[in-house]
Nanobody
Framework: QVQLVESGGGSVQAGGSLRLSCVVR????????MGWFRQAPGKEREGVVI?????NIRYADSVKGRFSSDNTDNLLNLQMNALKPEDTAMYYC???????????????????WGQGTQVTVSS
């Protein structure tokens, strides 16, 4: 059973930085599509970054230029800079099944989810 292990998160003042990491464990396949999603209180979950198996990375418009990710097999780091109070949310790592070569922002493309890690940005 594939497991996603998240780390990072915490509290920071606006303008600060945080780094999230997500590792895929117990996967037979070397590389899965992955993503980070977030959910703020009272809002729907939204995609932050998604990565296809070939390494193509896409960012949500709200985080472009501030957040960055990487291209390591079954590992998806999320470097978050210039954080804003509106970035406050529970962040979830997600991975797709092995047969998916690409993913969209649709949560149904992802079969595996982490427990979530809280990010709080104070003004």
């Amino acid at each position: 059973q594939v497991q996603l292990v998240e780390s990072g998160g915490g509290s920071v003042q606006a303008g600060g930085s945080l780094r999230l990491s997500c590792v895929v464990r117990d996967s037979t396949y070397r590389r899965l599509c992955m993503g980070w999603f977030r959910q703020a209180p009272g809002k729907e979950r939204e995609g932050v970054v998604i990565r296809d198996r070939d390494g193509n990375i896409r960012y949500a418009d709200s985080v472009k230029g501030r957040f960055s990710s990487d291209n390591t097999d079954n590992l998806l780091n999320l470097q978050m800079n210039a954080l804003k109070p509106e970035d406050t949310a529970m962040y979830y790592c997600a991975a797709a099944r092995y047969y998916r070569a690409s993913v969209s922002w649709y949560e149904g493309d992802f079969a595996y989810w982490g427990q979530g890690t809280q990010v709080t940005v104070s003004s």
